[in-house]
């Protein structure tokens, strides 16, 4: 079975700085799809960005880039010049196709200080 | 287009009674799903769904039924609530032919069984 895992409960970023969030994930399969969900106070799950696993390229949307490991199954967030809008709890996944599943890692909260 | 509606936001019940979470989309996607999400352990999957009249049971599925009468709709039934069934739940669709597995997330029924 899939599993994900984020280490970090619960990471502080100063504004306008820097900060990277850990997820490593466990898998056999070869093909599949990683994603950085944020959800803040309101409960709404806003997809962030994802990564196809054939694509050696890291995914980049704007602020928010990923660095992707493979071989190392390793898969963190790198959030730049981090605003305050910017805390929220922020979930990694791991999709497969069949069973139309997400599994998710159990979150980071994240902390932005003025 | 309204996305991914769920009713009600709140909801308290006492142990043995039962309800059902309402779930609706307008983006006429195949495939829905129910996730419950605890404290410190990410969502879930608890039942799925390819089309309507099809069904599967995810990772959580004791205590729940569904149904996909419509593509529409995915009502998640609580037969018997327990305390256990405390969590907030999550409808999420997404098109069958997307090849990154992007799902849109309701925004979820904060739901209390005491």
């Known amino acids: 079975a899939q599993t994900v895992t984020q280490s970090q409960p619960e990471m502080s970023v100063q504004e306008a700085e820097t900060v990277t969030l850990s997820c490593t994930y466990d898998?056999?399969?070869?093909?599949?799809?990683l994603f950085w969900y944020k959800q803040p106070p309101s409960r709404q799950m806003i997809l962030v960005i994802r990564?196809?696993?054939?694509?050696?390229q890291n995914a980049t949307e704007n602020r928010f880039s990923v660095n992707f490991q493979k071989a190392a199954k390793s898969f963190s967030l790198k959030i730049s010049d981090s605003q305050l809008g910017d805390a929220a709890m922020y979930f990694c996944?791991?999709?497969?196709?069949?069973?139309?599943?997400?599994?998710f890692g159990a979150g980071t909260i994240l902390r932005v200080k003025s | 287009n309204a996305g991914v509606t769920q009713t009600p936001k709140f909801q308290v019940l006492k142990t043995g009674q039962s309800m059902t979470l309402q779930c609706a989309q307008d983006?006429?996607?195949?495939?829905m799903s129910w996730y419950r999400q605890d404290p410190g352990m990410g969502l879930r999957l608890i039942h799925y769904?390819?089309?309507?009249?099809?069904?599967d049971q995810g990772e959580v599925p004791n205590g729940y039924n569904v149904s996909r009468s419509t593509t529409e709709d995915f009502p998640l039934r609580l037969l018997s609530a327990a305390p256990s069934q405390t969590s907030v739940y999550f409808c999420?669709?997404?098109?069958?032919?997307?090849?990154?597995?992007?799902?849109?997330f309701g925004p979820g029924t904060r739901l209390t069984v005491t």
């Open positions: 999420a669709s997404r098109r069958s032919d997307t090849p990154l597995g992007e799902q849109y």
């Open positions: 996944a791991y999709f497969r196709e069949y069973g139309n599943k997400l599994v």
């Open positions: 898998t056999s399969e070869s093909d599949y799809y």
């Open positions: 769904s390819v089309g309507a009249g099809i069904t």
């Open positions: 983006m006429n996607h195949e495939y």
């Open positions: 990564q196809e696993a054939y694509k050696q």
